[in-house]
């Protein structure tokens, strides 16, 4: 059989689609791995705990809509239960959210540069993307504000991937103002962040938000997420989600780790603390740092090729992400390690770059 026969059954868009790609993944062998803004520390102990206590149940199938964590989580985000809805991870809760507002033909917009996966998710839709490029100081454009009878949701990461930036309140709110769709704030790097947009829920119910435990709570190997919106919101949400989208032991492990609010504090010190000293020790070595508010900075510089860097930094055992955006920059984005990790790091560039 001819290797591409098979393409004729897919549809046409699927076909032509370019796959999302995430970052490297190696299953073996020892990098410092800080390509894909995983926390470097171990989870909270309780999580484990719970996991455990969870798997005797493996029988039965697990609550389809998270009882006990959205309990748990009302009481920390201080939101009523029924405003939230459970993923597996947050990108669960970004196709559930894509499926359910945009329908094939129309607009999805997005900033520009931003997480990749949005345009994915537009393409699976059969659904038109507009990238819209931030404003000089990452603020946004006013033709972000635009209104558009074809357009039916906005994705804002917040912060942002890959500047590690913010838009302020009084600019989400303006936004969802001015467009006549859901305004979804990607909140996966929000706890490393001086705010957050939960609030702006009561003052305008098209604002959706979007959280993930892949980040601040170490689990991104659970797969877990959820979105907090107006209950009107995530009711009918419910209707496009897959009936157990969220399994037993991931529920079980969110549901400790989000109880476990003095990890979270404690980790999030210590990943801040380390982001300051690397933006500076960076900016020492030549590099045009960003300041970020999430567990990642994006580093750039003219002098060379940062794909030669990359590459350089790989064969000793250290895995960044380069990326590449055409119309903006192409740079190094490093997730924050422990101190080790980065002074490990530091270490190498300094001998690279001499
Ligand atoms: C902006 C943004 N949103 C969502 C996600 C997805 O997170 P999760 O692991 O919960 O699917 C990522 C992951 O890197 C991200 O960068």
């Given at each position: 059989m001819q290797n591409g026969s098979l393409q004729k059954y897919f549809r046409s868009e699927i076909t032509a689609m370019s796959p999302y790609k995430p970052g490297e993944q190696p299953q073996t062998g020892k990098s410092i791995k800080?390509?894909?803004?995983?926390?470097?520390y171990p989870p909270s102990p309780k999580v484990l705990e719970a996991i455990v206590a969870a798997s005797s149940r493996l029988e039965r199938y697990p609550d389809p809509i998270g009882t006990a964590f959205r309990i748990a989580a009302s009481n920390v985000l201080g939101v009523d239960p029924d405003m939230i809805l459970c993923g597996n991870g947050s990108d669960d809760c970004l196709t559930v959210l894509t499926r359910a507002f945009v329908g094939a033909g129309k607009k999805l917009r997005l900033p520009y540069?931003?997480?990749?996966l949005y345009r994915t998710l537009a393409e699976l839709q059969e659904a038109k993307f507009e990238e819209v490029e931030f404003d000089s100081n990452f603020g946004l454009a006013e033709s972000f504000y635009a209104s558009d009878s074809e357009l039916k949701l906005v994705y804002l990461p917040n912060p942002n991937s890959p500047s590690g930036t913010m838009v302020d309140h009084a600019s989400i709110l303006k936004l969802a103002d001015s467009v006549d769709c859901p305004v979804v704030?990607?909140?996966?790097?929000?706890?490393?962040?001086?705010?957050?947009?939960?609030?702006l829920i009561q003052q305008n119910p098209k604002i959706i938000v979007t959280r993930t435990f892949s980040k601040s709570y170490a689990l991104a190997g659970l797969r877990f997420g959820y979105l907090v919106a107006h209950p009107e919101m995530v009711a009918t949400l419910r209707k496009v989600k897959d009936s157990y989208n969220t399994d037993m032991l991931s529920l079980a492990g969110a549901t400790a780790a989000i109880s476990d609010q003095a990890w979270l504090q404690e980790n999030v010190r210590k990943i801040i603390a380390t982001r300051t000293r690397m933006t500076v020790e960076l900016r020492n070595l030549g590099f045009d740092v960003i300041e970020s508010q999430a567990n990642f900075v994006w580093c750039s510089r003219k002098d060379r090729s940062l794909q030669e860097l990359y590459e350089q930094l790989k064969k000793f055992g250290i895995l960044v992400r380069y990326m590449v955006y055409p119309r903006w920059s192409d740079g190094l984005r490093i997730s924050v390690g422990t101190d080790e990790q980065i002074d490990a790091t530091l270490l190498i560039l300094k001998r690279l770059l001499a």
């Open positions: 800080l390509n894909t803004n995983e926390n470097p540069p931003s997480y990749i704030v990607d909140e996966a790097y929000v706890d490393f962040a001086p705010e957050n947009c939960i609030g």
